[in-house]
Nanobody, 123 residues
């Protein structure tokens, strides 16, 4: 069983910054892509940013130049540095990881999700 635990959400004024963290723990053999998604009220969950184990990154157009995703493979942790926050960034942010876990016959790969952390942007 694999758990993803997020932290770092909160309330910030427009133009402010927040740093989200997500640590994976449990029965982990390897983690491929890790990412952050967000879901605002009444909207579908959308990809914010993703990073592969090799460090290749992908961002939603709406956050390019403002958000930076990074990861510490030794700690199984992914980060999202969010700068110049806007009211439209307000959402619940979810961590996601593509995790390979050991089994008696090899490995299995599952897409795992965190419980979500609220980001509020308001003056």
């Amino acid at each position: 069983q694999v758990q993803l635990v997020e932290s770092g959400g909160g309330l910030v004024q427009p133009g402010g910054s927040l740093r989200l963290s997500c640590a994976a723990s449990g029965s982990i053999f390897s983690i491929n892509t890790m990412g952050w998604y967000r879901q605002a009220p009444g909207k579908q969950r959308e990809l914010v940013a993703a990073i592969t184990s090799g460090g290749s990154t992908n961002y939603a157009d709406s956050v390019k130049g403002r958000f930076t995703i990074s990861r510490d493979n030794a700690k199984n942790t992914v980060y999202l540095q969010m700068n110049s926050l806007k009211p439209e960034d307000m959402a619940v942010y979810y961590c996601n990881a593509d995790v390979s876990s050991p089994t008696p016959w090899g490995t299995r790969t599952d897409m795992c999700w965190g419980q979500g952390t609220q980001v509020a942007v308001s003056s």
